[in-house]
Nanobody, 120 residues
């Protein structure tokens, strides 16, 4: 069984920073890509950033220059460093990963989400 657990969310003032972490655990053979998505109240979930097995990254235009995605492959962990946070960044942030389990086939797994609130 594969599980994703996010951490690092919270309340921060505009201009502040947060670092989210997502740990993938379980019977894992390979992780192809990990990503961060967010869903603001009343809005659809949107892709924020992805990072592939070889380290290639893709960022949402609205967060370029402010957010950075990185990973620690040895610990099956992805990070989202968020700087210069704005009220419009307020959302529930979800981690997902495309994983090949030791028994099974390629599947996409999601974490439970972590709340990020940017407010003064």
């Amino acid at each position: 069984q594969v599980q994703l657990v996010e951490s690092g969310g919270g309340l921060v003032q505009p201009g502040g920073s947060l670092r989210l972490a997502c740990v993938v655990s379980g019977s894992i053979s390979k992780i192809a890509v990990m990503g961060w998505h967010r869903q603001a109240p009343g809005k659809q979930r949107e892709l924020v950033a992805t990072i592939t097995e070889n380290g290639s990254t893709n960022m949402h235009n609205g967060v370029k220059g402010r957010f950075t995605i990185s990973k620690n492959a040895y610990e099956n962990t992805a990070y989202l460093q968020m700087n210069d946070l704005r009220p419009e960044d307020t959302a529930v942030y979800y981690c997902n990963a495309r994983v090949f389990p030791r028994s099974g086939s390629w599947s996409v797994y999601w974490g439970q989400g972590t709340n990020v609130t940017v407010s003064s």
